[in-house]
């Protein structure tokens, strides 16, 4: 039966190792805010018209977890063409951040998926209800 010190030291291990892991595995975290989405605006990409508000926060938070845990990789305009949809994520009116949608999952940098950034594409492949 190990004493108390082996029982200590073997817990100190495992706690410093778990930083370590930590250190060079941090968590995934892809989206750079803290607020809570309340909604999110679908405009037509050609017509920049907006067609649908989501409100539907159990929809909305599952996307954000999605989005924020993805596998992300590079993707460029030539590479998807235009999204369907732009659709503006707000914070109490205050616009969050702001997606490009594809109603086809595109594939771009070994990722799949249908929501794009500026230069991003998140591996997200759930659809908006839509109606």
Do not use: C
Request: proline share 4%; aromatic share 10%.
């Amino acid at each position: 039966m190990p004493g108390k010190k082996t029982v200590l030291i073997t817990m100190l291990v495992l706690i410093i190792a778990a930083f370590i892991m930590l250190a060079i595995f941090p968590p995934n975290s892809n989206l750079e805010f803290n607020e809570r989405v309340t909604s999110i605006e679908v405009y037509n990409h050609q017509a920049d018209e907006l067609i649908d508000t989501i409100t539907d926060t159990t929809f909305i938070k599952e996307l954000m977890k999605e989005l924020d845990n993805s596998r992300t990789g590079l993707v460029s305009s030539h590479d998807a063409g235009s999204p369907s949809y732009n659709l503006v994520f707000k914070s109490n009116q205050k616009k969050a951040l702001e997606l490009g949608y594809y109603l086809d999952a595109i594939y771009a940098d070994g990722i799949s998926g249908r929501y794009v950034g500026s230069d991003v594409i998140y591996g997200v492949t759930l659809q908006l209800p839509l109606e």
